[in-house]
């Protein structure tokens, strides 16, 4: 048997979060585990790791996968509510997908949190408010806009610093006021 | 055979590198000139045997030759013939013999044309043009041989992403190929000026059609990608700021700011330190998007981890490269001044700004591509993407559009800025006409939309405001080249703001006869039925289409499901008109008779890649003109040796 990809083991954590009960970062540490069990050439502590990938397995035979979400492909009646949903939907990335939001992906975990997306904002949330509660649920990595914060404040600061840098080089190509 | 053969050549190849590297550096160091002659000859035979190499790996994909393992890998018999040949470059180790077969032609180019650099200067620049050619070379043969056998031979192939099967990207990657390896030779000119520290005029008319020939490249490349993008992956999306993307748009800002730079540094002989320096940074762009797409690190931080021997590789080379040109930039620097400094309002002002904000966008780029990964690196998931980009990427492309405008309207060395005002005039009553007439329907979508727009109509104006009140017959072709070009900017980029600020999106689920309206189009659903290609099967729906009281017209987007590798693309269905596009996309069905639509009116998008092509065009004129006029100077030169 070929063991799931490390990929498909993360998306199957954050797609089931009641597989590994608790927040997020408890099953970002559950999906190291899994994933330092599962490295190639590592002595396997085998009872424990067949358990967490047979359940893994199983979870992915569930139809719940199948199921289709309402409001994946079904536009909001309100058109601000819909262009708000949209909006926030193309800052959204999808888990499982290489580097797509959940806006432009056909995974049906990005159909899910579509649906989920829109049922909030129709609910009267504000999309920030969605946001929030989507990266409380899955951490900042769902975020394309990367909330300002310990990790991220050089990131926004770099623009200004190159700003300040190069304005400083360009200084030096003009000539003197006499 | 053809696989050992393809095989011999490459290894032949990379000994012409090495001899290539020796007999260069003996004439330059050593100055010894009978070795000189044997250069250019030996840089001619490393870019026929590469060529050669490539010829033979296309030639095992269209016999589909199973035996060798990257053909089982990725290519199927009952694939059509453009696509098998396209399968050759489809996968890793085939991108990377691209990769080194333009790297070998650019330098037999530089050896075959090049006639106006300084003969040392010269035979530095193709001994640094082997010296990146070895490192790559080694990559091939011990890290990614394209020509591995395998036993025994599998009955048939596995195939190529369907996603892949697009005669767009057929094509789209040896364009964007050459265009980033091509600026090899901007590096490599760099590093030889380095050597000789022979950085003037001269140098800069040199230098710069190669410059403008990889960017032309670079140009149309990163056009039809992101057309590719938009019609294939059926969302209706043109750039996604994804990794890949900035891989080959950082080269491209790079190559931009170096243009314009190198054209300082021919017309006014300042900003050479600052060109060589782009020259270095451009190329090294180049590395860095190879090695964020080809290590794998991209895919997953984990994937690089698992099999680090590629990525280790190219890391590796990337850090001796980019190191040696830098080290060498900082031993050299202080003996070549940077030369002219400028007044503040002159033509070459505006073009240092210019370069300051392009610098400052490919800075912005760069951090926001490579920070999740430094990020990961410390244990913190995060991602960076549109909204990011958008926000701070957005204000400094916008502030650069105006000295776009200003810069073609200003004199060489010195202006005034009343003068600069008065010729500002209709540029700017564009803008204002623009503003008045917007503003009641693109309010709602955003500042920044409104603000391109507004300044787009600008830029038009200007930039076809240098051609005014001159014999067009008389005007020079690069200086066509540049009004082309920067109105290529003003359309794409009203093009952009246009599909942001205006698009209309109706998502639905039609039965058989029953009708949606989006935008301006009213839909209906006429059918459901099979279709068989090649090697796929498809859903399509046909819709009937009609605009008010036009005549009705059939889009029939399809579902598609291909059998080796197993996998469903959706092809779009596409209408395009003179003021937008029609896009319409079939998904699933809903299990009761009604099939899901996806559909999209998206005014004047078409602009986005009309510009880009405008932009592509440009260059090639001004490309032609520098050709022409590069000829009659060296004829010149030759009349007065005579006389």
């Given amino acids: ?64 996968m199948a199921q289709q979400a309402p409001l994946a492909d079904t536009q909001l009646s309100d058109p601000a509510q819909e262009a708000q949903a949209k909006a926030l939907m193309e800052t959204i990335r999808c888990v499982e997908c290489q580097g797509q939001a959940i806006s432009d992906s056909n995974a049906d975990i990005a159909a899910n949190m579509r649906s989920l997306i829109r049922e909030r904002i129709k609910a009267g949330e504000s999309p920030e408010q969605v946001r929030a509660w989507l990266i409380q649920r899955y951490g900042d990595y769902i975020s394309y806009d990367p909330p300002l914060g310990g990790a991220t404040w050089p990131l926004w600061a770099a623009p200004f610093v190159l700003l300040v840098i190069g304005i400083a080089i360009a200084r030096s190509s003009f000539r003197r006021k006499r | 055979m053809i696989a050992e053969g393809g095989l011999a050549a490459l290894w032949l190849a990379a000994v012409m590198a090495v001899l290539q590297l020796v007999l260069a550096s003996s004439a330059v160091i050593g100055g010894r000139d009978e070795m000189a002659r044997a250069v250019r000859p030996v840089a001619i035979a490393q870019g026929l045997l590469t060529a050669l190499a490539m010829l033979c790996l296309i030639l095992v994909f269209v016999q589909s030759d199973m035996s060798v393992l990257l053909v089982a890998e990725n290519s199927h018999s009952l694939k059509p013939m453009i696509y098998k040949i396209a399968g050759a470059w489809g996968n890793h180790e085939g991108s990377m013999l691209l990769w080194v077969t333009i790297l070998g032609l650019a330098g037999a180019a530089v050896a075959i044309f090049e006639r106006r650099l300084d003969q040392r200067t010269l035979n530095a620049t193709i001994g640094a043009q082997a010296l990146i050619a070895m490192g790559f070379y080694a990559f091939l043969l011990f890290a990614s041989n394209p020509f591995a056998r395998l036993f025994p031979s599998p009955p048939d192939g596995n195939g190529l992403n369907p996603l892949l099967q697009d005669p767009g990207l057929a094509f789209h990657p040896p364009t964007l190929y050459v265009g980033y390896v091509g600026i090899s030779v901007a590096f490599s000119f760099a590093v030889g000026a380095l050597v000789t520290r022979d950085v003037g005029t001269a140098f800069a008319r040199a230098m710069r059609p190669w410059v403008l020939g990889a960017w032309i490249f670079l140009t149309i490349g990163i056009t039809a990608g992101s057309y590719w993008a938009y019609y294939e992956l059926g969302w209706g999306g043109w750039w996604f700021w994804d990794p890949v993307e900035n891989a080959s748009l950082m080269p491209w800002l790079a190559a931009t700011a170096l243009l314009h730079s190198v054209s300082v540094l021919a017309t006014r002989d300042g900003l050479r330190a600052w060109t060589i320096m782009l020259a270095v940074v451009a190329f090294s762009m180049s590395m860095i998007g190879t090695f964020l797409v080809r290590s794998g690190i991209l895919t997953s931080v984990h994937a690089f981890a698992v099999d680090p021997k590629r990525g280790a590789f190219l890391l590796a080379l990337l850090a001796i490269y980019i190191g040696g040109a830098l080290t060498l930039f900082a031993a050299r620097i202080g003996t070549v001044r940077q030369g002219n400094t400028f007044a503040v309002v002159s033509r070459e002002g505006a073009l240092v700004v210019n370069n300051l904000l392009l610098s400052v966008i490919l800075g912005i780029v760069l951090i926001g591509t490579l920070y999740p990964l430094a990020a990961a690196g410390w244990g913190v998931q995060l991602s960076v993407g549109k909204p990011f980009f958008d926000k701070t990427v957005g204000p400094v492309a916008l502030a650069l559009v105006v000295f776009i405008a200003i810069g073609p309207l200003l004199r060489w060395r010195r202006d005034e800025t009343q003068a600069l005002l008065k010729r500002m005039t209709w540029p700017v009553a564009a803008s204002c006409a623009a503003l008045i007439v917007l503003v009641p329907f693109a ?179 001004s490309f032609i003109g520098r050709i022409r006029r590069r000829k009659r100077a060296v004829y010149d030169e030759y009349e007065e040796a005579v006389a």
Avoid: C
């Fill in chain 1, 1 to 64: 048997m070929s063991l799931p990809r490390s990929a498909t083991l993360r998306s199957a954590l954050i797609r089931h979060p009641g597989l590994v009960p608790g927040s997020a970062k408890r099953q970002a540490t559950a999906y190291e585990i899994v994933r330092q069990a599962l490295r190639p050439g590592r002595p396997r502590h085998k009872a424990g790791v067949t358990v967490v990938v047979l359940a893994l397995l199983a979870s992915f035979a569930t139809p719940a």
């Fill in chain 2, 443 to 621: 309010w709602g979508a955003g500042i920044l939309p409104l603000a391109a727009l507004v300044l787009a109509a600008g830029l038009a104006v200007a930039s076809v405001a240098p051609l005014w009140g001159r014999n067009l017959r008389r005007t020079p072709l690069f200086t066509w080249g540049m009004a082309v070009a920067h109105l290529g900017v003003a359309v794409s980029l009203a093009g952009m703001a246009s599909d942001s600020a205006f698009t209309k999106e109706t998502l639905a689920v039609l039965r058989q006869g029953e009708t949606r309206a989006v935008g301006p189009y009213l839909v209906t659903m006429t059918g459901i039925r099979p279709v068989v290609g090649p090697n796929w099967s498809a859903v399509a729906a046909d819709l009937s289409i009609r605009r008010g009281e036009g005549a009705p017209f059939i889009l029939s987007p399809e579902s598609r499901f291909f059998a080796s590798p197993p996998t469903s693309t959706s092809e779009s269905a596409i209408a395009t008109r003179l003021d937008g596009q029609l896009y319409t996309v079939l998904g699933q069905p809903d299990g009761k008779g009604g099939w899901q639509v996806r559909l999209w009116w998206k005014p004047f998008v078409t602009l986005i890649w009309l510009g880009g092509g405008l932009i592509g065009l440009g260059g090639a004129l």
